[in-house]
């Protein structure tokens, strides 16, 4: 096959690609990555860029990892996909023993999914088959608070932020759910009533209150304190009300805890892991569950859970996810994200004095500037460009979530080009 050049391969992008979040055909030409190593995305033209992203928060460990590359192939040579009704293999078992080893108690059940969208989606059901299989078909609404992001298939979207979310297109034929206020960032007595007050109004028909722990992610990257976590554990304990953590963005460190539910000291009824899993590779997501979950749903009439992505459990993904956790937990981790949250405090402590800026907040591996007006996101990605880093603006941010890999200077790096893109947008 003929080699394309990069114009004819751009050509082709534009004639038939259809790019996340865009038009068809796109208004922006995107930029041709030619390959990726350690922090650095090497574009086609000869340009390298700093990933800012972690390519969407999951490359925690670079790009072109040894490790990661070592066990694709290992496994690759083995075999890389097999059916998982009726089969299963070695690295899906232990995948799932390194899950439930290394999450809150008692989440002990694992059911492996495709994305973390997909993840979400198998939570919410077992959730209302649960409810269904007790005979009490009619908790079968979720509750979250607004501000929130849970994936862009149906149930996810359903607990997604209803008015300023990406899915606001959709109101009149989502499911109508429970939606609390927004939480605020500090612990405020009243807003913790609010909550307690929402879950005991609607008990009789909540299924599940589904909510991120600590941040919210690409509902508009803000921050609360892990004590409402607290509120909603104890609230759903007393009215009998599951409660659903989705830990796709959050989880394997990037807040500072292994997993934000840690920073609560609470555990979920079922929780949602993707993203990081493995190691930016390949698509993979899990969903767990307590024993109470996947017992009450094998005694209803429908005693299994209705649920079988072709791909589920794919050797390939599950064998990179058992060495991106290894390589994860194997390290200081925990010294490296402090490291980099110290790097994005100290650099981002400028753009406070840039023009239009709103607020600046760091948590763990994650710097946000949020702006007072809509970002110009092809200024802004202009901006961080010429900089010398990759950054993905969005509605009214310029974040960051870089690879733990990355060394002090990039992180310097990165915050120059949040601020440059910040007073470009």
């Excluded at 927004?182 to 612990?187: C, I, S, T, V």
């Excluded at 599950?318 to 390290?331: E, K, M, N, R, Y």
């Amino acid at each position: 096959m003929r080699e394309l050049t990069p114009g004819e391969l751009l050509d082709l992008d534009r004639e038939h690609v259809w790019h996340p979040y865009g038009p068809m055909p796109g208004r922006i030409e995107p930029l041709l990555v030619e390959s990726a190593s350690g922090v650095r995305l090497r574009l086609a033209d000869g340009r390298e860029l700093v990933d800012g992203m972690s390519s969407w928060w999951s490359a925690i460990h670079g790009y072109n990892h040894p490790v990661l590359n070592d066990a694709a192939r290992g496994q690759l040579d083995r075999m890389s996909h097999v059916m998982f009704g009726g089969l299963t293999h070695e690295p899906a078992v232990r995948l799932a023993a390194k899950l439930v080893e290394i999450t809150p108690e008692p989440l002990r059940h694992v059911f492996l999914a495709d994305s973390g969208s997909v993840s979400v989606e198998v939570a919410v059901k077992m959730c209302l088959q649960y409810w269904r299989s007790l005979g009490r078909p009619g908790k079968q609404r979720l509750m979250t608070w607004r501000g929130g992001y849970h994936g862009d298939t149906w149930q996810p979207m359903s607990v997604c932020d209803p008015d300023g979310g990406m899915h606001d297109l959709w109101a009149g034929l989502l499911p109508r759910q429970v939606f609390a206020d927004a939480p605020p960032a500090a612990y405020e007595d009243t807003y913790a009533e609010h909550l307690r007050e929402t879950v005991a109004r609607h008990a009789d028909e909540l299924a599940a209150v589904v909510v991120e722990p600590v941040v919210q992610g690409a509902g508009g990257m803000t921050f609360h304190s892990p004590a409402y976590l607290r509120v909603l554990r104890e609230a759903c304990d007393e009215h009998d009300v599951f409660l659903v953590l989705d830990e796709i963005a959050t989880g394997f460190g990037r807040t500072g805890t292994l997993f934000a539910a840690e920073q609560a000291g609470i555990s979920p009824d079922v929780m949602c892991v993707g993203k990081a899993l493995t190691g930016g590779y390949l698509t993979m997501a899990a969903a767990l569950c307590t024993e109470r979950v996947a017992e009450g749903i094998s005694r209803g009439d429908v005693p299994v859970l209705a649920h079988g992505p072709t791909f589920m459990g794919n050797p390939l993904a599950a064998a990179v996810a058992c060495a991106s956790i290894d390589l994860l937990l194997g390290q200081d981790w925990a010294q490296e994200v402090k490291r980099i949250e110290a790097g994005l405090r100290d650099g981002l402590a400028a753009a406070h004095d840039v023009p239009g800026v709103r607020d600046v907040r760091v948590l763990g591996a994650i710097g946000v500037v949020q702006l007072d007006h809509e970002v110009d996101m092809a200024a802004a990605t202009r901006a961080a460009v010429g900089a010398g880093v990759w950054l993905r603006p969005f509605r009214d941010l310029v974040y960051s979530m870089p690879p733990y890999v990355t060394g002090d200077e990039d992180v310097a790096r990165i915050c120059a080009a949040v601020c440059a893109a910040a007073a470009a947008g």
